[in-house]
């Protein structure tokens, strides 16, 4: 059974930094490609980062670059995203997702989903 658990969300400061963590089980991860996504209230699921498990190729979108960096444990099956310099928009649940050999910021063709984990940024 493929499983994906997000966890490291949390409530931090604007200006703060965390890092999310993505455990994947079930499966081996070389033909696929993981992506973080996120969804704030009344807004549609969007795309955060993603990158081929492989290839090490990444993406991200224009409001995270320079920001947030998602990377890889080979060792752990897991992969990371760092969020630095939050705002009180990146707010969202954030959840990573699993898509077979494609590496894609469009959540519609991702298969496997995570339960999402809870970023807000307050002061």
């Known amino acids: 059974q493929l499983q994906l658990v997000e966890s490291g969300g949390g409530l931090v400061q604007p200006g703060g930094s965390l890092r999310l963590s993505c455990a994947t089980s079930?499966?081996?991860?070389?033909?696929?490609?993981i992506g973080w996504f996120r969804q704030a209230p009344g807004k549609e699921r969007e795309g955060v980062s993603c990158?081929?498990?492989?290839?090490?190729?990444?993406m991200y979108a224009d409001a995270v670059k320079g920001r947030f960096t998602i990377s890889r444990d080979n060792a752990k099956n897991t992969v990371y995203l760092q969020m630095n310099s939050l705002k009180p928009e990146d707010t969202a649940v954030y959840y990573c997702?699993?898509?077979?050999?494609?590496?894609?910021?469009?959540?519609?063709?991702?298969?496997?989903w995570g339960q999402g984990t809870q970023v807000t940024v307050s002061s």
């Open positions: 990158i081929g498990w492989s290839s090490g190729v990444t």
């Open positions: 079930g499966f081996s991860l070389d033909y696929y490609g």
């Open positions: 997702a699993a898509a077979r050999g494609l590496v894609t910021m469009t959540p519609s063709l991702y298969h496997y």
